[in-house]
């Protein structure tokens, strides 16, 4: 009896080990740009709790060592755009202008996340 839950127990965790978590956070990457952009035309409840959640599950499953440097600069060039402020464009200002700032904060707490791996990466190889 009690090899049998023994047994039970380590197929579920070597079932845990197998998940591809790159997958995952591929998915939910694509997910939460989609999300980030449907809120531009309708009102999501509890948003900014799901594209923060998204991001930071971003930033720890999807972005490798290589891309650190790529993903932060496209991160910075987001929320400079984010903040710049499209309101004030006629006709579609306002919706662009929404999508950007759900954008951002999806894309934030993932460059929070990156960064943070790249202070501790670049720490602890000094």
């Given amino acids: 009896?009690?090899?049998?839950?023994?047994?039970e127990k380590f197929a579920a965790v070597g079932a845990f080990q197998n998940v591809?978590?790159?997958?995952?956070?591929?998915?939910?990457?694509?997910?939460?740009?989609?999300?980030?952009?449907?809120?531009?035309f309708v009102a999501i409840p509890y948003l900014a709790i799901m594209l923060i959640a998204a991001g930071l599950i971003v930033g720890l499953l999807n972005?490798?060592?290589?891309?650190?440097?790529?993903?932060?600069?496209?991160?910075?060039?987001?929320?400079?755009v984010g903040a710049a402020g499209l309101g004030a464009v006629t006709l579609?200002?306002?919706?662009?202008?929404?999508?950007?700032?759900n954008l951002v904060?999806?894309?934030?707490?993932?460059?929070?996340?990156?960064?943070l791996k790249s202070v501790w990466t670049l720490a602890k190889s000094t």
């Fill in 20 to 40: 591809q978590w790159h997958k995952i956070g591929h998915w939910i990457f694509l997910i939460g740009i989609l999300v980030a952009i449907a809120a531009g």
């Fill in 92 to 101: 579609v200002g306002a919706t662009v202008e929404s999508i950007l700032k």
């Fill in 105 to 115: 904060v999806f894309v934030a707490p993932a460059a929070l996340v990156v960064a």
């Fill in 1 to 7: 009896m009690v090899k049998k839950e023994l047994r």
């Fill in 63 to 80: 972005i490798t060592s290589g891309e650190v440097h790529e993903f932060l600069t496209a991160s910075i060039a987001l929320l400079l």
